[in-house]
């Protein structure tokens, strides 16, 4: 499966985006799809996923209750809408999906077989 991710751009603080990640060659029925999210001279972060199969999601301390992800099965995509944005959400977001990725490893990003590519955030003051 590749993935396609869009909606990044400038926005500013306190304002809302919405990230979506798309699939081709396949579906994501049975994925888990998460999004992360790089700064430069740092690790990449676990921001939020969600199960394809029930859609239980997950979330990082630092979006819980900013940003919610979701899956529109009809268009086979995981959208991911941030609000309340804050200076330090600006990072190049990327999604990922894995069909085999544990519960435990859900926030580590070698658990994920299948990469978009970034799309950038920034917030501005």
């Known amino acids: 499966v590749q993935l396609q991710a869009s909606g990044g751009g400038l926005v500013q603080a306190g304002g809302s985006l919405r990230l979506s990640c798309a699939a081709s060659?396949?579906?994501?029925?049975?994925?888990?799809v998460a999004w992360f999210r790089q700064t430069p001279g740092k690790e990449r972060e676990f921001v939020a996923g969600i199960k394809w199969s029930g859609g239980s999601t997950y979330y990082a301390n630092s979006v819980k209750g900013r940003f919610t992800i979701s899956r529109v099965s009809a268009e086979n995509l995981v959208n991911l809408q941030m609000n309340s944005l804050r200076l330090e959400d600006t990072a190049v977001y990327s999604c990922?999906?894995?069909?085999?990725?544990?519960?435990?490893?859900?926030?580590?990003?070698?658990?994920?077989?299948?990469w978009g590519q970034g799309t950038l955030v920034t917030v501005s003051s």
């Open positions: 060659g396949g579906t994501f029925s049975g994925y888990t």
């Open positions: 990922a999906a894995s069909r085999t990725v544990i519960l435990s490893a859900l926030r580590v990003p070698s658990a994920y077989h299948y």
